[in-house]
């Protein structure tokens, strides 16, 4: 993988992984306001962004399997770990929403 595939990939995990999170928190704001379908569609648009993050994760993963090894950086260490904050963080989203679901209901 060439040093200009290595930024795209990074940057891809990290811009699309930050996409998802501040998605993920805006749909608790819209839930904690009672307006679930927005919630619901701030939780699909974070999935759209993961599924991005994922695709450029991927083909991080394609290449050192097919034997491109890419420097392990500093940035490249922060854009996995912004990956999995994004995915821990969405998934805590989706329960929180389902909290305040319960609340509304009552």
Avoid: C, P, W
Wanted: glycine fraction near 6%.
């Amino acid at each position: 993988m060439d040093e200009q595939e290595n930024m795209e990939a990074v940057m891809g995990l990290i811009m699309y992984g930050g996409n998802a999170k501040s998605d993920a928190m805006e749909a608790i704001a819209a839930a904690k306001k009672g307006d679930f379908e927005l919630a619901d569609q701030k939780l699909k648009d974070a999935d759209t962004s993961l599924s991005q993050a994922h695709e450029s994760q991927t083909g991080m993963l394609t290449k050192e399997a097919q034997g491109e090894h890419m420097d392990v950086t500093l940035l490249a260490v922060h854009s996995q770990d912004h990956l999995m904050t994004a995915i821990a963080f969405k998934d805590l989203a989706t329960e929180i929403i389902d909290l305040y679901r319960r609340l509304d209901e009552k």
